[in-house]
């Protein structure tokens, strides 16, 4: 679970006359995750598409360009059907022509459309100035302006204008759109009128009355949206009927370009070809006996390495392997053999691929590879990296349950996320699905263990006869279990910290014990000294809730008997923190800057306790307005009860306590308007706070993984492992 599987790059060899079978026999298995040759291989060049390549990918293009066009998706897929290349070829190019011709319609229709809608946008300022469009042109000694800006603004210009003998206005009666007559005709007018903010509009080109020439358009335009919705209508037919024909050839033709194009990543000779990449380690036997049943002696299989999990991301050494070269001609060998080659020879030490890295396939159980989606947005880990998701599994939805524990919501939880992993097709949605459904499980187990459903503590009544095992601190009468959690928060940081530095200290350990010492080790000293003097009083200056009589471990509320550690073992935990200091600045100087990062790191975790007090603070506060509370007096101090049924008063005696407060007599108890209101209030307040839990109780959950935990060790940037196969859904060779 914390390392990818294991990977194996291999060579297949062979001879050109076998080269397409051997192409449909891995492209069948899906399983070969081929690297592309360098051009780094003496005798070698990279490979040709095989004939009909280009073919193949124009067909795709129109095969897509047509999908566009109509608006294909996967729910138009149909069953999946057979697909010929003499269907291919007719249903095609009949397909084409229809479409096209619709599409060429609807382009057409759309044009004219927007041209009529201009013209009608432009005509409007007309209508309300009145005047007949062709009085408002074809003068000879008149020159005449429409626009729009101010009248008055408009008179002074003119006035003031040289040139101008006479002038006239009119105005619309809603708008601030002006026709401008002034005599004589002169150029000058419109430089004049600038100076105005005069915005001059172009007058239409027709001889009707404006009104009615809207009513034209008006009339136009509904034509062209009739005409334009039967194209439409056609286009969604068509899309009905052939939708289904569209995917299984976009399938077809992806499958037939990526088996023609393969060549491009071979290096070969005028007879011979050598493809390289890699696959996991387990699977080499199945690619070796496909191509050995498929082509014989005419191809050798050879597993030229198994990558190590080092820092590199692939082996610095090859293991044995133990069959070598499988099949019966020659291959290039680990130790130096020569493979013979029509055109040319190389020898196994030459890099003929630009492998690099091998892919990262992450080895998680099933109910573990939601979680890895979460990892995902970081990065995928690298090949020698350990994979924190198993972390993840088991620490994200402690964190997130622990901070919301409340039955109900996690109910709501695990239904959400049922209904995510169920109804989605998408793999990152069906696996936030998977997370939250796990998510909603410890929420409601922490709701089980602090006795609540929805904010309210019946349910510690009925399952644990009203003293449920632990509660969450926001009552007084529990008050102690607030700084309980608070201590237990750092508890929880040390333990999630100590796991991230040991995964970098593990990882370090390529470079040696001393290094990993230097570069992990230290952390981890620093930490576990630091703290261990905090919890031995840090010389009085520790809060008490840690140490001495008043520990939350001594019975407030925890009883364990811890009192914190003795001073003699604080002073060494000092020590074993400087050693740790001195280790640290010795191995990387710069670092020690960052010392404070063992106290910071510890203390961030005290957001595990704050969001747990701020949503029941905000559940509370919901039931409070609805039930109403009223406050009892006890020997462990207040007490805080909803109710549900009647409100007492003052000085009644409940459960044999005496009621000393109502907080708030709640809208349940007052009245018809009153309780309808405080309906409203109770789903939107708890629809409120089931939505809050994600965005604080999620994120700050998820922050504590990825920022504190993550930042110890893991960097990501793992490559896909990518098999050169097709994952067929929409057609069959059967």
Excluded: C
């Amino acid at each position: 679970m914390l390392r990818p599987e294991r990977m194996s790059r291999v060579s297949v060899t062979g001879s050109k006359g076998v080269m397409d079978e051997v192409i449909e026999a891995v492209h069948d298995l899906s399983l070969f995750d081929m690297t592309d040759y360098d051009g780094e291989w003496e005798g070698f060049t990279p490979g040709n598409p095989v004939a009909g390549a280009d073919t193949a990918s124009e067909k795709l293009v129109t095969v897509r360009s047509l999908q566009s066009i109509l608006g294909v998706d996967e729910e138009d897929a149909g069953p999946t059907r057979i697909v010929t290349d003499d269907a291919l070829e007719e249903e095609l190019e009949e397909v084409r022509t229809r479409v096209n011709e619709l599409d060429d319609r609807r382009d057409e229709l759309e044009d004219e459309l927007r041209s009529v809608e201009e013209k009608l946008e432009a005509v409007e300022p007309f209508v309300d100035l009145g005047i007949d469009l062709d009085l408002l042109q074809g003068y000879e000694n008149l020159s005449v302006l429409v626009g729009q800006g101010d009248r008055e603004a408009v008179r002074r210009a003119l006035v003031e204008a040289d040139g101008v003998d006479r002038h006239h206005i009119e105005s619309g009666s809603e708008t601030n759109t002006l026709a401008v007559f002034v005599y004589p005709a002169t150029a000058e007018v419109q430089d004049a009128l600038v100076g105005a903010n005069f915005t001059q509009l172009e007058v239409p080109e027709t001889d009707a009355e404006p009104a009615a020439y809207v009513d034209e358009l008006s009339h136009r335009r509904q034509q062209l949206s009739s005409k334009l919705n039967t194209v439409e209508d056609e286009l969604d037919d068509l899309r009905i009927e052939v939708g289904g024909f569209l995917l299984a050839a976009e399938e077809k033709l992806a499958i037939e370009a990526q088996k023609r194009e393969a060549p491009l990543s071979f290096a070969t000779t005028e007879n011979a070809f050598v493809a390289e990449g890699w696959l996991p380690t387990e699977r080499f036997v199945d690619l070796a006996e496909a191509l050995q049943n498929e082509v014989g002696d005419h191809v050798d299989v050879e597993e030229l390495e198994r990558a190590d999990y080092d820092e590199h991301g692939f082996a610095t050494g090859s293991e044995p392997t133990e069959g070598g070269a499988v099949g019966g001609g020659a291959a290039a060998a680990d130790g130096g053999e020569e493979v013979a080659t029509d055109g040319g020879h190389a020898h196994a030490g030459d890099v003929a691929m630009s492998g690099g890295a091998p892919p990262v396939v992450q080895d998680n159980p099933d109910v573990v590879k939601p979680f890895e989606a979460l990892v995902g947005v970081i990065n995928k880990p690298k090949y020698w990296e350990l994979d924190p998701t198993v972390i993840l599994f088991l620490t994200f939805p402690l964190f997130f349950g622990f901070m919301i524990g409340d039955l109900g919501y996690g109910l709501l939880y695990m239904g959400l996320g049922y209904t995510l992993m169920t109804r989605f097709d998408s793999d990152v949605i069906r696996s936030l699905g998977g997370v939250g459904l796990l998510a909603g499980v410890f929420t409601g187990i922490f709701g089980i263990l602090y006795g609540e459903i929805f904010g309210l503590h019946q349910l510690g009544e009925i399952v644990w006869g009203g003293s449920p095992p632990i509660h969450k601190g926001l009552i007084p009468e529990y008050g102690d279990y607030a700084l309980g959690w608070l201590v237990l928060s750092l508890l929880a940081g040390v333990v999630h910290l100590t796991i991230g530095w040991i995964f970098d200290f593990y990882e370090n350990l390529s470079h040696g014990f001393g290094d990993a010492m230097l570069e992990s080790g230290s952390w981890l000293m620093m930490m576990f000294g630091l703290w261990t003097w905090i919890f031995a009083g840090a010389f009085g200056s520790a809060p008490d809730i840690i140490y001495g009589a008043d520990s939350v471990f001594n019975g407030h509320p925890f009883p364990l008997g811890f009192t914190g550690f003795s001073p003699t073992i604080g002073l060494a935990g000092l020590a074993v923190f400087g050693v740790g200091l001195a280790l640290l600045v010795y191995g990387e100087p710069i670092e020690g800057v960052e010392f404070l990062n063992v106290l910071v790191n510890v203390l961030s975790y005290t957001r595990l306790a704050a969001v747990l007090l701020a949503k029941a603070g905000m559940a509370f506060v919901v039931n409070l307005l609805f039930f109403g509370v009223y406050v009892t007096e006890t020997e462990h101090g207040d007490a805080w009860h909803f109710a549900l049924g009647h409100m007492p008063e003052v000085g009644d005696s409940v459960h044999g306590h005496v009621v000393t407060e109502i907080m708030f007599g709640g809208l349940l108890h007052g009245g018809v308007a009153a309780f309808l209101v405080g309906i409203v209030i109770l789903v939107v307040g708890h629809m409120l706070v089931l939505a809050l839990g994600v965005t604080s109780a999620g994120l700050q959950a998820v922050r504590l993984e990825y920022v504190e935990f993550f930042g110890k060790f893991y960097e990501g940037g793992g490559r896909d492992y990518e098999p050169f196969g097709y994952e067929r859904r929409f057609t069959t060779e059967e």
